[in-house]
Nanobody, 116 residues
Framework: VQLQASGGGLVQAGGSRRLSCTASGNTIAIENMRWYRRPLGKEREWVAT???????NYADFAKGRFTVSRDNTKNTMDLQMSGLQPEDTAIYYC???????????WGQGTQVTVSS
């Protein structure tokens, strides 16, 4: 399985941005998909999870502002972000597990910069 993230860019505070993650390879084996982010100089942190059937879970900072969605027919996962603030500036990564359910698979990351 391979993941490709896209959609990052510069956005003003209060604005919105939609990130996408496209999976390729053995996509039938993909169960949960996740978004993580790494703010500059900080540790990577979990953002949201979506299961294959569409159940979602969010980090506290994402609740009410971010929405994760998934299209299994297109092998894509999106993250719609609204009400963005400078503290949301980070590299955003999509993640899943490989067919062995153990190997971590990461997308290359996409930079989101929120200006004040």
């Amino acid at each position: 399985v391979q993941l490709q993230a896209s959609g990052g860019g510069l956005v003003q505070a209060g604005g919105s941005r939609r990130l996408s993650c496209t999976a390729s390879g053995n996509t039938i084996a993909i169960e949960n998909m996740r978004w993580y982010r790494r703010p500059l100089g900080k540790e990577r942190e979990w953002v949201a999870t979506i299961t294959r059937r569409g159940d979602t879970n969010y980090a506290d900072f994402a609740k009410g502002r971010f929405t994760v969605s998934r299209d299994n027919t297109k092998n894509t996962m999106d993250l719609q972000m609204s009400g963005l603030q400078p503290e949301d500036t980070a590299i955003y990564y999509c993640h899943t597990k490989g067919p062995d359910r153990a190997t971590d698979v990461w997308g290359q990351g996409t930079q989101v910069t929120v200006s004040s």
